[in-house]
């Protein structure tokens, strides 16, 4: 089992900047990737973003690309989101997620599943 607390939302004007925060508890050894998701009101859950255990790899959704950035610090069983040039599409909730489902060409697609969640936290921009 693994236990994820997201840390880090709040208010930001448009422009602004925003860091996130996953810290990861339990046995973490048996996760491939971290990923950020979110859901805005009336909208699909969204992959934002995702950095395999080893941190060889990162992925991002083409709405975020060149303004978030993923990293973790593997000796704090922590990921980061960096979200700057924030814009008022970004709001919403922010999910943190670790999967135990093995490598896979593209974590963030609809079909690769996350077996343990955070509870959120609330991202809101205004313009």
């Known amino acids: 089992q693994v236990q994820l607390v997201e840390s880090g939302g709040g208010s930001v004007q448009a422009g602004g900047s925003l860091r996130l925060s996953c810290a990861a508890s339990g046995d973490t050894s048996i996760t491939y990737y971290m990923a950020w998701f979110r859901r805005a009101p009336g909208k699909e859950r969204e992959g934002v973003a995702a950095i395999s255990t080893t941190g060889s790899s990162t992925y991002y959704a083409d709405s975020v690309k060149g303004r978030f950035t993923i990293s973790q610090d593997n000796a704090y069983n922590t990921v980061y989101l960096q979200m700057n040039s924030l814009k008022p599409e970004d709001t919403a909730m922010y999910y943190c997620?670790?999967?135990?489902?093995?490598?896979?060409?593209?974590?963030?697609?609809?079909?690769?599943?996350?077996?343990?969640w955070g509870q959120g936290t609330q991202v809101t921009v205004s313009s």
């Open positions: 997620a670790a999967s135990d489902e093995g490598y896979y060409n593209d974590p963030l697609s609809p079909t690769y599943e996350y077996g343990y």
